[in-house]
């Protein structure tokens, strides 16, 4: 294809926009072809001088070859990065995923020395798979306090829900990461962890004062940037009390006035992606764009049109609108942090290191809970098995030990998911239709973990009064919660004394490996298990 | 890793040993490591002189770096070899997925220059993307003859249903696969299509007699070798007639006698692997392969254990059972075709061609059914849609046309499959439990072609009887199956005039986007879905 780059202002200008690829090298493999660019259409942009790309999807192994044709493609040093504040593998298969940070938040209450420098190491693990795959910029650490467990988006990929642990926590992360020569990312700015909807459907309004946040959102974030964050991710939040016209990501009241001047930032300023709801559903892409650059951005993330956005910049800026000192401010702000992050490795080496691997397993194995009780000692039943099915990577790859283990002991696995046939009737104290699942003791495994998207369709679902009635009829053989802290908080109080019961906060195989063996505590699974495997 | 090579008669027996491993790169992302050798085992193995490895699962990039590393591990020239019978995206992921053969079987009847066509330039699309992937050995064509519409294993796999189209449209299939460098495989000797149990599970056992099979089974196989085909596959099936002891992988009077002599073949025999339930349950690993050598395999595929196949081989030969001048003709075979194959390429070319992906198409639309009814013009409803969980490449990654069409038409998708609650209940006229779907017309859409490991548990489920019933309490908005078309031939019967169904051989987003933009066939569907996949 041949190249026909833009003008000089147009290219700088494009410099400053990141838009949206798969990680896979074939088109028809993008997995959201209404957001992810085709080949043709990314070349196009690369050669007019975008500066960023956001890759989702695929695996570790093709994504590192991913990474060097988007470099051949491109005439300029490129941000190329990715949503892998959970781990490489959160997004691409193969690297590793590891257990979500509010895990370590908790263990931070108890074990606070423990959890930072699991935490640490978190970061340095991250980083450096991001840079063996040839990312140079990792979208994390999430710098949110989830002080409403109803929070929908942010959740378990916040470090905690409380000020002191998150900054703590952010920190050791930061320092991790720094050393891998990757660039990091604090975000959402000024905080979107005390929200009860999305912003990917919809705009979120928190009621908070700038003291209010002073006192407990901004905390974080001083802190990552006093570690040396490269870069701050605004939320699509409206915020009345700081301005009542424009969300966060907008506002020059909160990124210049409260960040660049207030918190004294002076690295990158990123959007969240433009085209959420949240904002494109109010606001035209060139439009949206401009607003954020008036209010202090540096880069566009994901603008719904990227030739439009690209246009309605450099029409303010030939207009006056904006300075050309601003522009280069920008610019030169992505150049310093470019000069900052490691060199693409022109090798390809394998994705996961043994020390990284045991990582994996010790954040498991330090998070898990289980109940203190004998283990299921039942040679048949039902396992009826929740599964959450939006996660990019799925945890059911493989063996999926949740439904082989049980298997192996005689019960029968029942998969459900929210779109299948319901397993619920309209009764309020018993709203398992249990006549659909079939005779014998339910051993109940749940992959919940409030996903972005969803709205709240997970925590509709009775699973109270199902665990009550299941006891009721003493068909409740055992219970794990994978995900969310919360559903556990809540379904623990509904167990009898003597059901044993798990939580793991990762869903990961190897996480559910572990819960089952213990759950299953007898020689013959244990046995079954290790043959099955081997 | 340090390579303890194995001494001289061992190493030369390994030479004709094929173990299998993943197509991923680590070993975690394993999905059989029940049979898929780790990275430590296949390291050893290959230093120890084994000389080919089958692999499985993975994504098509990964696989050209897989097979790389293997090359690197082994000290002698490998065979690499897949079940890609469909086309390598049907085991790797990003590379081109056909339709069935059987689906070119069909056409054959009308339009036999069209399917032979066809036939020959599906074989050279799966030879060429073998090479790049790093491949050099594919397990096609298959030659068996789907007389048996019951067959669970081989069904859909099939050429077509007598042997004058399956021996037309194997060797257009071995014409294309022969310019490409790879090496073919003929398979399964003497001929699976007339059983109705599947040797994964057990033995099926064949009445047939020595005529009969000259007469029918063996037709494909002779014109298969005529054309040059370079390896015969055996089946795991009893021919009583034949040999009452011995299953044909095993069978002296089948390989030597009749493929060997009569058909005069000289190319490598290999075993199906002999880790398959209808042997493993029989015979010991080392007696297997010493029987299926000794019966004139040239080559063991998967022994339940590498190392005791290679030692019960060896001891044969100290013994003196067997003769040095067998194991050298086995060895020459062997060396023989590896002179044919191209050399490996050290590049990773791009997995797919405009011109393959265009040959996808062409076979989606050419051996499309549709019946010539107005569409659907419901504005709301059920999209039932029942998959088939066990596809290695699952058609529903991406944006999964078969849900997100009916969605946007403002149908609500019910995806049902094997292990979730059963929309079943037992009233034989009325077998859908319609209150646990919801209320509306029901588009149903059912992913189903008999794979094999499934028994007969698809073909139980009455859809005969739930399409009357949708029918009776006009109910049913529309038809689709995708895969089997005796499913296909069973249920239109069943369809009253006038009700818009369709069906298609492939499962693949392409195809499902075919249909049901046909039967959607208004405006407002097709730009729907133009603007969101756009």
């Known amino acids: 294809m041949s190249c026909n780059p833009a003008n000089g202002l147009r290219q700088q200008v494009a410099e400053l926009i990141l838009v949206r690829a798969s990680g896979y090298l074939n088109d028809r ?11 043709a259409e990314l070349q196009r942009c690369l050669c007019q001088g975008v500066g960023g790309v956001i890759l989702l999807g695929g695996g570790a192994v093709e994504l590192q070859q991913r990474t060097l044709m988007l470099r051949r493609w491109s005439n300029r040093r490129l941000l190329i990065c990715a949503d892998v504040e959970e781990g490489v593998g959160q997004r691409f298969e193969g690297a590793s995923w590891l257990v979500p940070p509010l895990a370590l938040g908790r263990l931070y209450q108890n074990h606070p020395k423990q959890a930072l420098l699991l935490a640490e190491r978190y970061g340095h693990c991250i980083g450096s798979q991001a840079h063996r795959c040839g990312l140079n910029w990792v979208l994390g650490p999430v710098c949110d306090i989830n002080n409403n467990p109803a929070n929908p988006v942010i959740n378990v990929r916040a470090w905690g829900e409380d000020s002191a642990s ?11 990461l720094s050393t891998t020569g990757v660039l990091s990312c604090a975000k959402h700015f000024p905080g979107h962890g005390d929200t009860t909807s999305d912003s990917h459907l919809g705009l979120p309004v928190l009621p908070h004062t700038r003291d209010r946040l002073k006192e407990v959102e901004l905390l974080p974030f001083r802190e990552a940037i ?6 701050v991710m605004t939320a699509h ?11 966060a990501s907008l506002s020059k009241a909160i990124l210049t006035d409260l960040l660049r001047v207030d918190l004294d930032f002076d690295g990158l300023i990123v959007t969240d992606a433009l085209v959420m709801e949240a904002v ?3 606001y035209g892409a060139a439009e949206a764009a401009v607003l954020a650059f008036e209010a202090g951005a540096d880069l566009i993330l994901m ?7 690209i246009t309605g910049l450099c029409d303010a800026f030939r207009s006056g609108r904006f300075s050309q000192a601003r522009l280069q401010a920008s610019l030169q702000r992505r150049h310093r ?12 080496p394998p994705i996961t290191s043994d020390a990284e691997q045991a990582l994996e397993q010790e954040l498991i194995t330090t998070c898990l809970h289980i109940t203190p009780n004998a283990g299921i000692d039942i040679a048949r039943g039902i396992n009826l098995v929740r599964v959450d099915s939006v996660s990019p990577c799925s945890p059911f790859y493989g063996i999926a030990p949740a439904l082989r283990l049980p298997e192996l002991q005689g019960f029968q696995s029942l998969v ?21 699942l079939g005779e014998g003791p339910v051993l109940l495994q749940l992959f919940l973990r409030g996903n972005p998207f969803r709205g709240q369709q997970d925590s509709r679902e009775p699973w109270s009064a199902a665990v009550r009635q299941l006891q009721r009829l003493n068909r409740l053989a055992g219970l794990v919660i994978y995900g969310s802290p919360y559903i556990w908080d809540e379904l623990k109080t509904a167990l009898k004394p003597g059901i044993p019961a798990a939580y793991s906060p990762g869903q990961m195989p190897e996480a559910q490996q572990q819960v089952l063996i213990a759950l299953f505590n007898n020689a013959k699974t244990t046995t079954a298990y290790a043959n099955f495997t081997s």
Chains 1, 2 share one sequence.
């Open 29 to 39: 493999q993008r997995r959201y072809p209404l957001w992810e660019l085709s080949n």
């Open 226 to 231: 006093a570690a040396g964050v490269d870069s």
């Open 303 to 309: 603008p719904a049109d990227t030739d439009a956005a």
């Open 337 to 348: 942090a470019l000069e900052r992050v490691m060199k693409p490795l022109q090798t390809m």
């Open 237 to 247: 939040l409206l915020l009345p009390e700081l301005d009542s016209d424009h969300p």
């Open 166 to 176: 998150v900054s703590a926590l952010v920190t050791a992360f930061q320092r991790g």
């Open 280 to 282: 494109a559903m109010r």
């Open 416 to 436: 459900i998911h929210g779109q299948g046939v319901s397993p619920w009737q309209s009764q309020d104290d018993s709203p398992l239709a249990l006549n659909r």
